[in-house]
């Protein structure tokens, strides 16, 4: 069903100030947040702890809107690169700029998984850009900068397409959605003249401009790579364009062609989601950091390196070790000729997309759950250094009758996206082509590797939700 014939939704997408008015008014949100959070800080470790719930600037942005833009990628697809203001802010520099086109190794995809490891090891775990309300506000601004930059040199939206690892995983996870961005008729796209949708002169317009993706929405094959900018519906004379609703994952059943970085970007998320997920319980975050912890203890090394080692060691080099040991049996069982280490990595690193984004959304639900007792004080201390301070005192204890009640109710939701995340990935494993082309051995290679990662979730959560 194209939802585009509906009045409501296709007037709202072709209109000339859509997606500009919602994106104006992102840009002055993201201003807000940031004045939020600057100069905010602090250095004794329990009022930090406090201080990331109390700041009302770091709570909306780690509590609310980093969640609903997980869940909204997997629902609806990349609506958040739609109304995103990142997306206006390049298309006025790139305006302006240089217009140098974009290196190859952008192109690659390499630099994106790169920055995001870089922002996960070094602005996570070292700098606490999701603890520190200064810090997230440094690290809102450097992205505000470095997209400008990007923009001013290279041409049409480089920082949105080879850059921005917030679109590059919500990309990821649109593969789920049930809704798609397309060409109508592709015939009508044959037989079109003028090409308005990809001609090179249409490319700084403000509205109806050309696509500064790089795509041609006849060729679009799955979801991965479309901001949903809605531009190319008004500049095609014939507004063949389509935005359906179709069943859930049909990407997976198409021919994925993973890159080796996007094999890197996912086993990447995979591991940082592991540690989002285990560390809500004590016994398996203890079982995940032994290792590490007992490293960096024979070495004798503290504070920041310790907090840049741990993570370089679980989120970069075990995920590389095991795509190694994966890969090679992968090679081993087929006689080292039939399966390729690459065609075994980017299958296994799909296989594992259903159960990333699955657990990524319950993340999401936590957060948002968990934290309802803060915003009633982060609305009454906006900066959140009172607050933090009662709490840290003993004079301030939090209301937390509201999410006592509903928590029964959020443990059987997250059991049901887990048991759902399951199913999904044993459908794809049993008819998607990209699976069935293997040998049987290295399926069931595949299938024991995607089954012992999402049993880390599921042993986790039943455990610390349903055990004594």
């Known amino acids: 069903m194209n939802l585009l014939k509906n009045k409501c939704i296709g007037g709202l997408f072709s209109s000339k100030w ?3 008015v919602p994106q104006l008014f992102m840009l002055a949100a993201f201003i807000l947040l940031i004045a939020g959070g600057l100069g905010i800080t602090a250095t004794n470790p329990d009022f930090i702890y406090r201080l990331r719930y109390t700041n009302l600037a770091n709570l909306i942005v780690w509590t609310l809107w980093w969640p609903l ?16 203001p990142m997306e206006l802010v390049t298309f006025w520099a790139s305006k302006i700029g240089l217009k ?6 952008l192109k690659t995809g390499w630099a994106v998984t790169i920055f995001y490891a870089i922002i996960w090891i070094v602005g996570v775990q070292v700098i606490a850009i999701n603890r520190i309300p200064h810090q997230m506000s440094l690290y809102m601004l450097f992205l505000i900068i470095l997209a400008i930059d990007v923009s ?3 041409q049409k939206r480089a920082f949105c397409s080879y850059i921005c690892p917030i679109g590059h995983m919500l990309g990821l996870y649109s593969l789920i959605s049930p809704f798609e961005w397309r060409a109508d008729d592709l015939s009508t796209c044959k037989s079109c003249k003028t090409n308005d949708c990809v001609t090179n002169k249409n490319n700084y317009q403000l509205n109806s401009r050309s696509c500064t993706s790089n795509l041609y929405p006849a060729t679009i094959s799955d979801n991965r790579d479309c901001l949903l900018c809605t531009q190319c519906l008004k500049a095609c004379p014939n507004k063949n364009i389509r935005f359906s609703s179709r069943k859930p994952f049909s990407d997976f059943f198409s021919d994925i062609n993973l890159r080796p970085a996007q094999v ?30 007992h490293f960096i203890m024979s070495l004798g ?5 310790a907090n840049f080692i741990w993570p370089v060691m679980m989120f970069v080099f075990l995920p590389v070790f095991f795509l190694l040991i994966l890969g090679t049996f992968a090679q081993l069982v087929s006689g080292w000729k039939k399966v390729s280490f690459q065609d075994a990595t980017k299958t296994f690193a799909i296989l594992l997309l259903p159960t990333i984004a699955g657990a990524h959304i319950i993340k999401s639900i936590l957060k948002m759950s968990s934290h309802i007792p803060y915003w009633k004080q ?15 005192d003993g004079t301030l204890v939090l209301d937390n009758s509201l999410s006592s009640v509903i928590e029964p109710g959020v443990s059987f939701l ?3 996206i887990l048991l759902v995340s399951l199913a999904a990935t044993m459908w794809i494993f049993s008819k998607s082509e990209m699976v069935q082309k293997h040998p049987a051995g290295v399926k069931r290679i595949l299938l024991i590797s995607v089954l012992a990662y999402w049993s880390i979730f599921g042993l986790t959560i039943f455990n610390w939700r349903f055990g004594d």
Request: charged content about 10%.
């Open 152 to 154: 001013l040199i290279f």
């Open 378 to 392: 982060a609305a009454s201390d906006p900066k959140g250094m009172q607050t933090a301070q009662s709490m840290v």
């Open 18 to 20: 859509f997606p500009l």
């Open 69 to 84: 833009i997980i869940v909204a990628a997997v629902f609806v697809g990349r609506f958040w690169c739609t109304i995103c």
């Open 414 to 416: 997250i059991v049901a």
């Open 301 to 305: 090394i503290t504070g920041a390196m």
């Open 100 to 105: 140098k086109k974009v290196p190859d190794f």
């Open 264 to 293: 890197g970007f996912i086993m990447l998320i995979g591991a940082f989601v592991v540690y989002e997920i285990i560390s809500e319980w004590p016994v398996s975050f203890d079982i995940f950091m032994w290792l590490p912890e």
